[in-house]
């Protein structure tokens, strides 16, 4: 399965960005899909996670509230609503495929993305 990340850029406090990962080369709704960030000098730290179905999210508490992860099925697509962007959201965004149900530890997870940007300016 290849992920291609996109929807990152620079936006200032308070703003919002939606990300996209398109999956291809695979049975997308065999994957539960996840969002991990990665901020400079810092470990990846898990950002959401949604079933192959859709029905289960789970968000770090970091991000709940103002972030929302959805998918498309039909698009091979899964999707992360940033809304009230804060400084310290700034990262590097990886999606990832778990072949199996939701997790928040990125060792379950199967396949990942090439990352796309965000920055966030106070």
């Known amino acids: 399965v290849q992920l291609q990340a996109s929807g990152g850029g620079l936006v200032q406090a308070g703003g919002s960005l939606r990300l996209s990962c398109v999956a291809s080369g695979g049975t997308f709704t065999m994957y539960a899909m996840g969002w991990f960030r990665q901020a400079p000098g810092k470990e990846r730290e898990f950002v959401a996670t949604?079933?192959?179905?859709?029905?289960?999210?789970y968000y770090a508490d970091s991000v709940k509230g103002r972030f929302t992860i959805s998918r498309a099925n039909t698009k091979n697509t899964v999707y992360l609503q940033m809304n009230s962007l804060k400084p310290e959201d700034s990262a590097v965004y990886y999606c990832?495929?778990?072949?199996?149900?939701?997790?928040?530890?990125?060792?379950?997870?199967?396949?990942w993305g090439q990352g796309t940007l965000v920055t966030v300016s106070s």
């Open positions: 990832a495929a778990n072949e199996g149900v939701v997790a928040r530890h990125g060792s379950e997870y199967d396949y």
């Open positions: 949604i079933s192959w179905s859709g029905v289960s999210t």
